[in-house]
């Protein structure tokens, strides 16, 4: 699944994701490979990526809002 | 024929003129790069953020808890408009002045005729033209000595609150988009309240919402809106010197122009002395030899 992170400044990420762990307003959540659509307000804290190379990210937010359709998710960060 | 030494001094100073003009337009293509980079990253954001939206405001037929969505009849209106702190940059400045002052006498002639048309001005070039004719409430130059997201949500905030309060019933865009380094569109567009896109297609309802869809709808509205202003603010930043790179190339080729024109009177000018020196000479030997 492809993961884009965006804030309003600049682009944060992009590229090919086997999972995405975020900082929902209702709690922590993961975001796997063909999830059903969301969509989700977010709130200050860490979102931790893992990508289909092996390798895993972190990316700190101050709040946002996360889209998953069509196994394409993006991120839109506020900082 | 003018006399050589007012030619050349002319030469000299259109000369001097040519370089300030390059040098300007050498910094104006600096500054578009930056400004045009500012743009580029803004708009996968600002797109998102609309389209996740427009799919929310879609299926949420109850919109009366929105806030900046409440349609009222159009009575007090806020213009806001946008141009820059500095001049020379062509037809820039005057085409948004142009267009408030369209929509003052056409689309809001009841509203300025009663006085409840407000003008707020971003940038000198306005705010000094405007306040002349029109009810200009403020004024926001500062803000292009440090245009980044938080400064200029500041001012949608405060333009946000002013709507939500019913000091204004509408609020309007009028500044230049940016479409490349030589064109800029003018555009008015209408920021308060949120115009309700008609949306048919029942696909956006299988969205899973967290924590609901009030909440995020909520949450999002504004921050699309300080969005929308953020972009017109620098579409408005990298037009300006677009239009200033333009103006400043089609001067300094101008001057080109004229220093060659000046070259050659200059070098008639020259020649027609000499020949009437020779003139001189020639014929006080043939006096002589008489």
């Given at each position: 699944?492809?993961?884009?992170?965006?804030?309003?400044?600049?682009?944060?990420?992009?590229?090919?994701?086997?999972?995405?762990?975020?900082?929902?307003k209702n709690g922590?959540?993961?975001?796997?490979?063909?999830?059903?659509?969301?969509?989700?307000?977010?709130?200050?804290?860490?979102?931790?990526?893992?990508?289909?190379?092996?390798?895993?990210?972190?990316?700190?937010?101050?709040?946002?809002?996360?889209?998953?359709?069509?196994?394409?998710?993006?991120?839109?960060?506020?900082? | 024929?003018?006399?050589?030494?007012?030619?050349?001094?002319?030469?000299?100073?259109?000369?001097?003129?040519?370089?300030?003009?390059?040098?300007?337009?050498?910094?104006?293509?600096?500054?578009?790069?930056?400004?045009?980079?500012?743009?580029?990253?803004?708009?996968?954001?600002?797109?998102?953020?609309?389209?996740?939206?427009?799919?929310?405001?879609?299926?949420?037929?109850?919109?009366?808890?929105?806030?900046?969505?409440?349609?009222r009849k159009p009575?007090?209106?806020?213009?806001?408009?946008?141009?820059?702190?500095?001049?020379?940059?062509?037809?820039?400045?005057?085409?948004?002045?142009?267009?408030?002052?369209?929509?003052?006498?056409?689309?809001?002639?009841?509203?300025?005729?009663?006085?409840?048309?407000?003008?707020?001005?971003?940038?000198?070039?306005?705010?000094?033209?405007?306040?002349?004719?029109?009810?200009?409430?403020?004024?926001?130059?500062?803000?292009?000595?440090?245009?980044?997201?938080?400064?200029?949500?500041?001012?949608?905030?405060?333009?946000?609150?002013?709507?939500?309060?019913?000091?204004?019933?509408?609020?309007?865009?009028?500044?230049?988009?940016?479409?490349?380094?030589?064109?800029?569109?003018?555009?008015?567009?209408?920021?308060?309240?949120?115009?309700?896109?008609?949306?048919?297609?029942?696909?956006?309802?299988?969205?899973?919402?967290?924590?609901?869809?009030?909440?995020?709808?909520?949450?999002?509205?504004?921050?699309?809106?300080?969005?929308?202003?953020?972009?017109?603010?620098?579409?408005?930043?990298?037009?300006?010197?677009?239009?200033?790179?333009?103006?400043?190339?089609?001067?300094t080729d101008n001057?080109?122009?004229?220093?060659?024109?000046?070259?050659?009177?200059?070098?008639?000018?020259?020649?027609?002395?000499?020949?009437?020196?020779?003139?001189?000479?020639?014929?006080?030997?043939?006096?002589?030899?008489?």
């Amino acid at each position: 699944m492809h993961l884009e992170i965006v804030t309003p400044e600049k682009s944060l990420y992009s590229g090919e994701v086997e999972l995405i762990q975020l900082p929902g307003k209702n709690g922590s959540f993961e975001i796997l490979n063909k999830h059903a659509a969301i969509v989700s307000s977010l709130e200050k804290g860490k979102i931790k990526v893992k990508e289909i190379a092996g390798e895993t990210i972190f990316f700190e937010i101050n709040g946002g809002v996360v889209e998953c359709k069509n196994n394409v998710i993006s991120v839109l960060a506020d900082s | 024929m003018a006399n050589l030494k007012e030619i050349r001094t002319r030469i000299s100073s259109v000369q001097k003129t040519k370089q300030v003009t390059a040098a300007m337009k050498m910094v104006s293509a600096a500054k578009l790069k930056k400004a045009q980079d500012a743009i580029v990253q803004i708009r996968p954001y600002a797109d998102k953020l609309h389209e996740i939206l427009s799919n929310l405001t879609g299926s949420l037929s109850n919109s009366d808890d929105n806030l900046y969505g409440v349609q009222r009849k159009p009575s007090k209106v806020l213009l806001v408009a946008i141009t820059s702190n500095k001049g020379l940059c062509g037809a820039f400045n005057s085409n948004v002045i142009k267009q408030v002052n369209q929509l003052a006498e056409n689309t809001y002639r009841e509203q300025n005729q009663k006085g409840t048309l407000s003008i707020l001005a971003i940038g000198k070039q306005a705010y000094a033209i405007l306040k002349k004719s029109h009810n200009v409430i403020g004024e926001q130059n500062r803000i292009f000595d440090d245009l980044n997201y938080a400064n200029v949500s500041e001012i949608a905030s405060s333009i946000m609150d002013a709507f939500v309060a019913g000091e204004y019933d509408r609020v309007d865009l009028v500044y230049n988009q940016f479409k490349n380094a030589g064109v800029q569109v003018l555009v008015s567009e209408q920021f308060l309240p949120i115009e309700q896109e008609k949306e048919t297609e029942m696909v956006h309802s299988e969205y899973i919402f967290e924590p609901n869809q009030e909440d995020i709808l909520r949450d999002l509205i504004p921050k699309s809106l300080k969005t929308q202003f953020y972009k017109a603010m620098l579409d408005s930043f990298a037009s300006e010197h677009g239009a200033r790179m333009t103006a400043m190339h089609k001067a300094t080729d101008n001057a080109s122009d004229l220093i060659q024109d000046l070259n050659l009177t200059y070098n008639k000018a020259r020649q027609a002395a000499i020949t009437n020196e020779i003139l001189e000479i020639v014929s006080g030997a043939n006096a002589l030899a008489q």
